[in-house]
């Protein structure tokens, strides 16, 4: 039986774990396990070490969403503004009247990516999983990707016993995962690295799928410029085919399981790297206009990092109970806003 004492947080941290975890619901919950042998210590050892968490938990399995509700339940409402009695509803068909590119000369938008999250059904996730297990998903999904035709056809490079040349190429095109997060590490992430892990791209780079990171699955479009449109119409193809080839981890409630609860629901996180001169220079007006659209500003070497030469990394916030379409409309009108503001902060 774990049994610990109820921990002690920096004065620093200003996770959403520190504010929602009382000792009520810490000593109601410390002795428990779920069937994967996953506990409370484990789901919290990754907010409590690290102070720079915003959230701070990590669940093993679909399980840990239901025994470690009072703490799961509260965080998720606070983050996603989502009650126990919400369903979610996933949307993944690009409109027949698509988006226009909200920056058709070119002069804002850097690149557009959109990943998605997904995990296997009859798996617990990546903080609880065995050596074995893992090692096993990166055959099947591996398989499957190599398969792949036409656009989205390419190549999968497993990350143990990688040459140093194809390293060196992923690092340069930043698509190597992240080693070493602490995050992820508190979490049993990055247990038995880099075994199991890897990723899959197409030719044109256009198309990849990280294996055994954050999620089991984080299945990504991206390319040069604003075309949202062109970007989720791929990722949808892909999407289509993985889910006729995998059974995923999915409920009513909270949509697409993940083992951080802020990607639960749609797993999805759209991003534009936009240059905003003016309004990086009036961040109240700039966070007033994201605030409306309800966007995410991050550095543009990925979360946790700073914006640099007044390039930001501009994401959905939300990813539960609402549609992936109604989340790509919502960046839409965000990034438009954005954009017409900063021509106007001359
Ligand atoms: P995620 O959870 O979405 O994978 P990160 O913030 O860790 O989040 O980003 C992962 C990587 O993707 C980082 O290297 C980041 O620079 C890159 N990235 C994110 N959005 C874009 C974008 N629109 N264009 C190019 N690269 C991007
Ligand atoms: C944290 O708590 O900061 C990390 N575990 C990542 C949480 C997800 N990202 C976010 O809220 N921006």
């Known amino acids: 039986m774990p049994n610990n004492d109820f921990p002690v947080f920096g004065s620093t941290n200003n996770s959403l774990l520190k504010k929602h975890l009382t000792k009520e619901i810490y000593y109601s919950l410390n002795d428990l396990k779920t069937s994967s042998g996953f506990t409370l210590d484990q789901a919290i050892k990754s907010g409590v070490v690290n102070d720079g968490s915003n959230v701070g938990i990590y669940a093993g399995d679909l399980e840990s969403y239901k025994i470690f509700a009072p703490i799961f339940d509260k965080i998720i409402a606070d983050y ?36 998605v999250g997904r995990n296997l059904a009859d798996m617990p996730l990546g903080t609880a999983i065995s050596k074995e297990q893992r090692d096993e998903i990166e055959s099947k999904v591996s398989a499957i990707l190599k398969g792949l035709t036409g656009e989205l056809a390419g190549d999968y490079y497993p990350l143990a016993g990688m040459s140093e040349e194809d390293s060196t190429r992923l690092i340069e095109d930043h698509f190597l995962f992240k080693a070493g997060d602490k995050y992820l590490e508190a979490a ?15 030719h044109d780079k256009t198309f990849l799928v990280l294996i055994n990171e954050e999620d089991q699955l984080r299945i990504i479009s991206m390319q040069n410029g604003g075309d949202i449109f062109q970007v989720f119409s791929r990722l949808s193809k892909a999407v289509a085919i993985l889910s006729d080839a995998f059974s995923f981890l999915y409920n009513d409630h909270l949509g697409f399981i993940t083992s951080c609860p802020t990607n639960l629901g749609t797993a999805m996180r759209a991003s534009v790297h936009i240059k905003l001169p003016n309004l990086a220079k009036n961040m109240e007006i700039f966070e007033k206009i994201t605030d409306e659209y309800f966007l995410q500003i991050r550095g543009i070497h990925g979360e946790h ?42």
């Open 80 to 115: 996603h503004n989502f009650s126990t009695s919400d369903s979610h509803t996933s949307d993944l068909t690009p409109p027949e009247s698509g988006w226009a590119n909200p920056d058709p000369e070119g002069k804002y938008i850097i690149s557009t990516r959109i990943r």
């Open 188 to 202: 049993g992430l990055n247990r038995d690295w880099p075994s199991g892990r890897g990723i899959f791209h197409n």
């Open 305 to 346: 990092s700073e914006s640099e030469e007044g390039i930001f990394d501009i994401s959905n916030k939300r990813r539960l109970g609402i549609s992936e379409v109604d989340l790509l409309q919502g960046l839409y009108d965000g990034v438009l806003a954005l954009i017409n503001m900063d021509k106007e902060a001359v």
